[in-house]
């Protein structure tokens, strides 16, 4: 059981002056049961990434096989892969729109044809797997709650759907440090005691390490590193330096170059020079997928 993506291309407007090559060759396993983090710059493909997992668009190039099935065939219906693999928006909350806590939380689960009964068992658990009171909230309004308790009945929508895969892009942006590590805990709580495949989409590195079992560095629509928090900080360390002066790396380049590193010293004092750093220092050290 796992979420495989092979050779994954995605542009956003193709064929128009605004085409964007949001994903260029991404090739990677999820295992069951893993806690995988995705990280990078801004723009730099995640949620295009993850969008993908449960179909919400469709490859330009390449496929994702979810447990052996492959997405866009038609033997793969998209309904089953939505209940399999749950995908929590960055901002959520923005998505409440039912009258009460309980009608929201229900509405996943009550489109797959299960009794009015199951439906409401399961908001009751989704809402106490994310630390809320069910009696004391399900007939308030999403709108009466604080940001913290809207994302959580957000989360619990998704939950009450019994998901093996749970993506979530960004659950902790916007909310204060408070919330934020109580949303973690509650994701690590998922993964730990549910056994629940988690893809969390990040901006910090230090709340990634923390959880991550693996760590994905997407940069400029292409998978840069794929690897343990251990591999992937030892590089990032290394990788900081390309925020050096070009002076400098080039005293760096020719230091590596008597190392008997194959660099390629032609292009010194150049903007290129950084790039050439990275490969090097790339160059074997982590798995790049
Ligand atoms: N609907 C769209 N139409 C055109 N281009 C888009 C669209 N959505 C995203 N892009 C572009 O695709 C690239 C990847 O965007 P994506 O949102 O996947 O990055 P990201 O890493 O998730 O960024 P962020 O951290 O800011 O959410 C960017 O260049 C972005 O401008």
Known sequence: MSIKI????????PGTPFETHALKDVNIEIEDG?????IGHTGSGKSTLIQHLNGLIK??????????????????????????????????????????V??????????????????EKRAQESLNVVN???????????????????RRVAIAGVLAMKPSYLVLDEPTAGLDPKSRDEILEQIKYLHEKLKITIILVSHSMDDVAKYADRILVMHKSEVKMLGTPQEVFKQHKELQMIGLDIPTVTKLLYKL??????VNTDIINTIEAKDEIVRVLMKGSVTNA
């Open 102 to 119: 309980l009608k929201d939380v229900s509405f996943g689960p009550s489109n797959l044809g299960i009794s009015q009964d199951e439906v």
């Open 6 to 13: 092979e050779n994954l291309f995605y542009t956003y407007q």
């Open 59 to 100: 490859p330009t190039q390449g496929k994702i096989c979810i447990d052996g099935s492959e997405l866009w065939t038609k033997n793969t219906s998209i309904k089953t892969v939505r209940s399999k693999v749950g995908l929590v928006f960055q901002y959520p909350e923005h998505q409440l729109f039912e009258e009460t």
């Open 132 to 150: 809320l009171d069910f009696e004391a909230i399900k007939d308030k309004s999403p709108f009466d709650l604080s940001g913290g308790q809207k």
């Open 34 to 38: 893993e806690f995988l983090a995705v």
């Open 257 to 262: 170059k008597e190392k008997g590193l194959n």
